[in-house]
């Protein structure tokens, strides 16, 4: 069976909860998901009920997700957010292990399994994100970052999950306007030691399990990564902050998955 064409935008720390439902509506507005595509947007916490709100009741054709959650149930954290509060709003998607999450706020390979598991055991979904840094590409230990942050962020996953659980694989060097953007040479190699992995740890159900690029994708090299064998979608920062780049790039990875699928059907 096929996998999905799995795309969205990660919003940062960027919007108010107006500005978050401005966009929500003129995405909705502006899109097609075909049944093979699910689209998803990361709007930051402060907007999430706003979001919530202008989508509506009932199931979501744009996934809302969140930036991040904390694993405990409540207590004593401040400045944290539950997967009861997200629940309670609506989310359907968490973002863990964003590289930002990882490197400017220190979270560690142990931390971020115990929010993987979190959000699965409140039945939600989350897109776990895993990536190299320059300095670690340079001393040539690339796969074994990755390797080691997927499986520990994956430790003890009921194997009964997976079908709410997407990777995200984004090499920290590729992120942001002070990045140099990864190859399709770069990518594919990567997420087919992911896509292994995944089998190793979890049989057939884990080779199942979407695989997104992100970092500098932008309409003009996106189907270059969906076109991969290995790669089923996109996460997207900056050219997703606006809804014509938001439409434009998914569009254009729609367009590689498909000649993907067409190639390998
Ligand atoms: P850019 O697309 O802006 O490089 O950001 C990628 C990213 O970090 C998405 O989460």
Sequence with gaps: M????VFGSNFKM????????????QLAASIEIPDDARVFIFPPFTSLAAVAEAIGEG???????????????????????SLRMLTAL???????????????????DVELN?????????????????GETAEERGYGVSAETVLRQLKIGLYGVDPE??????????????????????????????????RDALGDLFGDAGRQVPILYGGSVDPSNAATFTALPNVDGLLVGRSGWTVEGFV???QAG??????ANVLVG
Aim: aromatic letters at 10%; proline letters at 6%; charged letters at 20%.
């Design 2 to 5: 096929a996998r999905p064409y």
């Design 14 to 25: 960027n919007q108010t909860p107006a500005e978050s439902a401005a966009f929500y509506r």
């Design 248 to 250: 434009a790039t998914y």
């Design 254 to 259: 729609l367009a590689g998955h498909r000649q």
């Design 59 to 81: 199931p979501h054709a744009i996934w809302l997700g969140a930036q991040n959650a904390f694993w405990a149930a409540e207590g004593a954290y401040t400045g944290e957010i």
């Design 90 to 108: 609506g989310v359907d998607l968490v973002l863990v292990g964003h590289a930002e999450r990882r490197h400017t706020f220190h979270e560690a």
């Design 161 to 194: 999950q997976l079908d709410r659980v997407n990777i995200a694989y984004e090499p920290v060097w590729s992120i942001g306007a002070g990045g140099t953007p990864a190859t399709p040479d770069d990518v594919e190699p990567m997420a087919a030691l992911i």
């Design 114 to 130: 115990r929010k993987v598991r979190a959000v699965l055991g409140a039945g939600l979904r989350t897109l776990f994100g895993v």
